[in-house]
C-alpha cells in the first residue's frame, strides 16, 4: 500500500537522540567520552548495554579537547523498514551534569 509506514511490533521507530555537552565534563578518557555517554544513556533508557551491532554513536572532532559538541547516538539502526529523513525522530538533549553510573 502505497503512502501507508509500519514498524514493526517489537522494533521502535527508528530515533536519533542528539546530547549538546561540554565534552570536557564527560567522565573518562577523552577518546571514549562519547562511548561513555552512550553507554550510560542506552542503559538508563533502555534496560541493556551499548551494542556494537545495532547501536551507533557520532563522535564530534573535538572530543579529545574542550568546548561544547554534539554527540548524536542512533539507537537501534538496523530497524526495518530503513527509515527515510521524514521519517526519522530527532530527540535532543542538552547535558548540564554529567553522573556516571556504569
Avoid at 556494537?52 to 523498514?81: F, H, R, S
Amino acid at each position: 500500500m502505497e503512502g501507508f509506514k509500519t514498524h514493526p511490533a517489537n522494533k521502535p521507530a527508528a530515533t536519533r537522540f542528539c546530547f549538546r555537552v561540554r565534552v570536557e565534563d564527560i567522565p573518562g578518557p577523552p577518546l571514549g567520552r562519547s562511548l561513555t555517554l552512550a553507554h550510560d544513556f542506552v542503559k538508563r533508557n533502555f534496560d541493556r548495554d551499548f551494542s556494537w551491532d545495532t547501536d551507533y554513536v557520532y563522535t564530534p572532532t573535538n572530543i579529545g579537547a574542550e568546548g561544547k559538541a554534539w554527540i548524536l547516538l542512533d539507537v537501534d539502526k538496523n530497524v526495518e523498514p530503513k527509515p527515510d529523513l521524514d521519517s526519522l525522530t530527532l530527540v535532543a538533549y542538552k547535558v548540564t551534569a554529567i553522573e556516571h553510573s556504569l
